[in-house]
């Protein structure tokens, strides 16, 4: 959201079409998702639901994951580890980098198309990120009973991205039909 606001406001006293700029920010957007994830990892927040899997995550005492299992009694308070927990922040950065491929292609390919590349971050981002966040313990934000904040902010992200393709698409077939080409 910051820098959304930022690139409105630069937008505005540069005298730049914002689209450009919203469009330019969504294609580098699944960089900072996966760093800040990347962050997460090695805080130990954000955290998964307890595994069984192979490649299950254990953190060191003081970790909020630690601190979880410890509360819960799931541990006792001399455990040298929590116990194994789904890598989330590591499904969450490989969804990042999955989103920074996807809106940088699309950008390069539609870069005079405005919002094109905003629409494909928002419907991307929440359609990848959704599924994902059902691995996310209920101690850090994951679902108790329904939908987590973070499945209904996905949820509310792939309507945006919805609604401003949709918008963008009316848009741009009158513009064509305006110019006298065959709408596609």
Not at 90 to 97: F, R, S
């Amino acid at each position: 959201m910051g820098a959304a606001s930022a690139a409105a406001v630069y937008a505005y006293v540069s005298g730049r079409p914002p689209a450009l700029l919203f469009d330019l920010l969504a294609s580098v957007a699944g960089l900072g998702i996966a760093v800040g994830r990347a962050s997460c990892l090695l805080v130990g927040d954000d955290f998964g639901r307890v595994t069984r899997v192979p490649w299950g995550l254990r953190f060191p005492p003081g970790t909020p994951a630690y601190q979880a299992h410890l509360l819960a009694g799931l541990i006792p308070p001399d455990a040298a580890t929590s116990l194994p927990v789904h890598p989330l922040q590591l499904y969450l950065m490989l969804q990042g980098l999955v989103v920074l491929a996807t809106c940088t292609y699309a950008w390069h390919r539609w870069q005079t198309v405005p919002y094109r590349t905003v629409c494909i971050f928002l419907l991307g981002n929440g359609l990848s990120r959704l599924p994902a966040e059902s691995f996310r313990d209920a101690a850090a934000g994951g679902p108790q009973n329904g939908l987590s904040v973070s499945q209904i902010m996905c949820a509310a992200s792939v309507l945006m991205g919805a609604c401003l393709l949709l918008g963008s698409e009316r848009v741009l077939s009158r513009r064509r039909t305006r110019n006298g080409e065959r709408p596609a």
